[in-house]
């Protein structure tokens, strides 16, 4: 899949969260710096988990619409390495101490 495809996987994951109240203007604010692709990059490799990721999961948004199941959606776009993190967020969105 293509980074065009990525783009409009983004787009549609914003709508579908601001549908169900969650407006994600920091990711949005740094796909406008970055674009899509570098910002889920950056966010990815933080280190920490950001405040969306758990909102995602109270909203039932987070294993298909979330940053880091956009990252595992388009793995060539993404190295192994952040493909592993996003896997690992996923895994531990309720770990307090990630946050």
């Known amino acids: 899949m293509s980074e065009s495809d990525l783009e409009q996987w983004v787009a549609e994951s914003i709508r579908i969260s601001a549908s169900k109240g969650y407006h994600p203007s920091f990711f949005i604010d740094m796909i406008k710096r970055h674009g899509a692709k570098k910002a889920m990059a950056r966010l990815v490799n933080s280190g ?34 952040e493909c592993a993190m996003a896997q690992f967020r996923l895994d531990n969105v309720d770990d307090p101490l990630l946050r």
Not at 51 to 62: D, E, I, M, W
């Open 48 to 81: 920490k988990i950001q405040s969306g990721l758990p909102r995602l999961k109270t909203l039932g948004l987070a294993d298909e619409w979330s940053i880091e199941a956009g990252i595992l959606k388009f793995p060539c776009q993404f190295s192994p390495e």
